[in-house]
């Protein structure tokens, strides 16, 4: 703003003065993102919830599995059915992982321990069947995952990403459950460091849930 300040000899100059406004703390930018994982797990629960995406089939399912490699963990699962046709049924599925036993915890021969494995992956499944009870599975997608410590495979720690494809057989075992394994395969790069692709198998045995 300008206010007056009066001369010694009478005469009146407008001086220019910068208002400065009260201190405060300094913003931090933009709010913290929430990591991948936490965001999957957000939509595992909402579509948990059995209510469904609207303007999509109503069957919901959840699960969970042991996972084994690159370590030993448990997985968990959400979906729901978008498309049924006589020689598929497919759905958008979610599924988080958490692997925190390595093979040096069971069977110590000398070897760095690996660190822990949290993973988080979203894409596509499709339920093949084969006979009334019985389906072929395949799954594909984008897969994010963090590797501590000194990791198994990747054998550099830190945050990948990439892509996930995975074939699996599927046994309805009751009206509501179904179970079966998997065999999947993730290429992956890890971040900041360029196109240096690692392959990463992982084995699952699905036990699913539906209403």
Known sequence: ????????????ETAEVV????????SSGSPEKLS??????????AMAGCTGIPGLDDE???GGSPSVLPNIGLALEAGQVF????????????ETTYQFLD???ISNDGNPSAGSWVQAQGGVKALL???????WTVRFGAVWFR???EPNIVQKPGDYVGGYGGLGFETRISEHWSMGPELSLMVVSREKTGFNLDVVPQINWHLIWAP
């Open 129 to 135: 069947p084969r006979s009334d009870a019985r389906s």
């Open 103 to 105: 093979d040096e915890d």
């Open 36 to 45: 991948m994982a936490t965001a999957i797990l957000l939509a595992s629960a």
């Open 60 to 62: 919901v399912y959840v």
């Open 1 to 12: 703003m300008r206010e007056k300040e009066r001369e010694p000899g009478g005469a009146i």
């Open 19 to 26: 208002g400065k406004g009260p201190r405060g703390s300094k």
């Open 83 to 94: 498309r049924r046709t006589p020689k598929a049924t497919w759905s958008f599925e979610v």
């Open 147 to 149: 590797a501590k410590g």
